[in-house]
């Protein structure tokens, strides 16, 4: 028959305790990802699964909670492994404006191909390699000032 494991995330917004817990907890098969833009997933065997976040308003006053949209995923683990039961999570997408994807587009990929050129002329960008170098050409250039002081111009002559 197999055992049943049914995983949620946060509600509504953000729960840091929430995501600590599926972190630690999980089966050892589980791993819980999130990443900068705030989608979370569950990677199982390799394979990843989205986790949309629930929908709920919880009334204190009267202490009930009204679900909106329940959002989970089931596994079930037979032998050893884990196998999604429920459907999949709705992974929410946004739609290009085409008339402003139409505009910029052009402006990007010139932008682009000005960066293409100009980074090796700019050099290295991480600043402490960029600083030594620009020691590197202080010192030599004190070193072409000193052995050029005989050969310099005076006001006198």
Not at 23 to 38: D, S, T, V
Not at 68 to 78: L, T, V, W
Request: glycine share 6%; hydrophobic share 35%; proline share 6%.
């Amino acid at each position: 028959m197999g055992d049943f494991v049914t995983i949620r995330t946060a509600i509504n917004g953000s729960s840091p305790s929430r995501y600590m817990f599926l972190a630690k907890f999980l089966p050892r098969e589980f791993e819980y990802l999130y990443n900068q833009a705030g989608r979370h997933y569950l990677q199982v065997h390799g394979e990843l699964f989205y986790m949309a976040k629930m929908k709920m308003t919880y009334d204190y006053a009267k202490r009930t909670a009204d679900i909106k949209q329940d959002n989970y995923i089931k596994f079930k683990a037979e032998g050893g492994r884990f196998t999604r039961v429920s459907d999949p999570l709705p992974y929410p997408t946004r739609a290009k404006d085409p008339e402003m994807k139409a505009h910029y587009d052009p402006l990007i990929t010139s932008y682009w191909e000005w960066m293409c050129m100009m980074l090796p002329v700019l050099g290295d960008i991480n600043a402490m390699v960029r600083d030594s170098y620009a020691k590197q050409l202080k010192f030599m250039y004190g070193i072409l000032l000193e052995r050029m002081k005989p050969y310099r111009c005076t006001k006198d002559t």
